[in-house]
């Protein structure tokens, strides 16, 4: 049986501080290596990114600050320009037209691709089995389907002559419909793309959307019946803040993927017509490829790399705050 014996402290005393007792080499060791094995493990994974983005973004900067076009590209000579290219680029107003025109076609197929999505989810939550699975199969195959194949359907639909889409239209009675061309100006057609281009993302962001909701409990929604909240309320009270995290990804992810968006755009007209369907990227293949300047493709580029490590610090941003608001 183990006694304790009082001991009687003088008053105004400072009683002894307790021997610090130092731990063995052995925990300090392995605390050591719990510290560093996190930073071993993702090691690799910095050294890929490195080499696979880092060296093509340094070689990126260094066209950017040359001459390179098709005569210096043969002949192996390097003409330092410094500045020049983004001097040329920065006062060009075609470049800016283009950039003004790009940023509002992305964020108006960001925001339809959004709102359809959205809305596809939440119908999905409330279908019935069955017609969900058909739902859900439709999205799969516009999903999967290439996007050349889905380009040339389109253009198909959109045919002045040939085109379901005319025909259709002048058999409801819009009989001026008929030989119209959905391609003869830049707004009309970069408005087929856009419908084209919302085609192919809906099915994504309406399948990460609907699984957000599905991480809903039922009792919820029971509960937020119980006090009388109309499908509207409920949506906003218990629906919205599940999904509001996986809404800013996707919302990051559809400007990053649509800012850059050329496939499509090349394939309908090739940014025609007389350029104005053009984007920042159909820009920077013409100067590029078919203008052989590849000091500016390179300038633009860059450019467009600016804007997107802007937007995609802007989402880290809220992410982090998330991440902050949660743990508080």
């Known amino acids: 049986m183990t006694t304790t014996k009082d001991v009687t402290m003088p008053a105004g005393a400072t009683p002894p501080a307790s021997p610090r007792i130092k731990p063995p080499k052995s925990n300090r060791r392995l605390r ?17 990114i490195l080499v696979l983005l880092g060296w093509p ?46 940023l509002v076609f992305t964020a108006s197929v960001v925001i339809l691709t959004l709102l359809l ?40 639909i959109f045919d002045q002559q040939y085109g379901i889409l005319n025909k259709t239209l002048a058999k409801l009675g819009f009989e001026s419909f008929i030989g119209h061309s959905w391609f003869s100006t830049g707004p009309s057609t970069l408005t087929v ?21 599905l991480g809903v409990p039922k009792e919820q929604y029971e509960a937020a019946g119980i006090d009388g909240a109309n ?7 218990v629906s919205w803040p599940a999904i509001r995290p996986i809404l800013t990804m996707v919302t990051f992810l559809s400007v990053l993927w649509d800012f850059k968006l ?6 309908i007209r090739q940014g025609g017509p007389d350029g104005a369907s053009t984007t920042l990227p159909v820009y920077m293949y013409l100067k590029g490829l078919a203008g052989n300047h590849f000091g500016l493709a390179a300038t633009a580029a860059l450019l467009m790399m600016l804007v997107l490590i802007l937007l ?11 991440k902050e608001a949660d743990l508080s």
Not at 36 to 48: E, F, G, H, Q, S
Not at 60 to 87: A, C, H, P, Q, T
């Open 231 to 237: 499908a509207w309320q409920a949506f906003w009270a």
């Open 262 to 267: 050329f496939a499509q755009v090349w394939a």
């Open 117 to 156: 999505a959205l809305l596809m989810a939440v119908l999905m939550r409330h279908l019935n089995p069955v017609v969900r699975v058909i739902v859900q199969v439709a999205l799969i195959l516009a999903w999967a389907t290439p996007v050349v194949a889905t380009t040339t359907v389109f253009q198909w």
């Open 32 to 48: 050591l290596g719990e510290r560093t094995a996190p930073y071993l493990l993702i090691l690799p994974a910095l050294v890929a």
């Open 193 to 213: 793309i856009g419908i084209l281009v919302v085609w192919q993302a809906v099915p994504f962001v309406a399948f990460t959307l609907y699984a957000g909701l």
């Open 57 to 102: 973004t340094l070689q990126l900067i260094g066209i950017s600050l040359r001459k390179l076009d098709l005569r210096e590209l043969v002949s192996g000579e390097m003409v330092w320009v410094g500045f020049e290219n983004f001097s040329e680029i920065l006062s060009d107003s075609e470049f800016w037209e283009i950039t003004v025109r790009t």
């Open 312 to 322: 995609t610090a802007r989402y880290v941003q809220l992410l982090v705050r998330t």
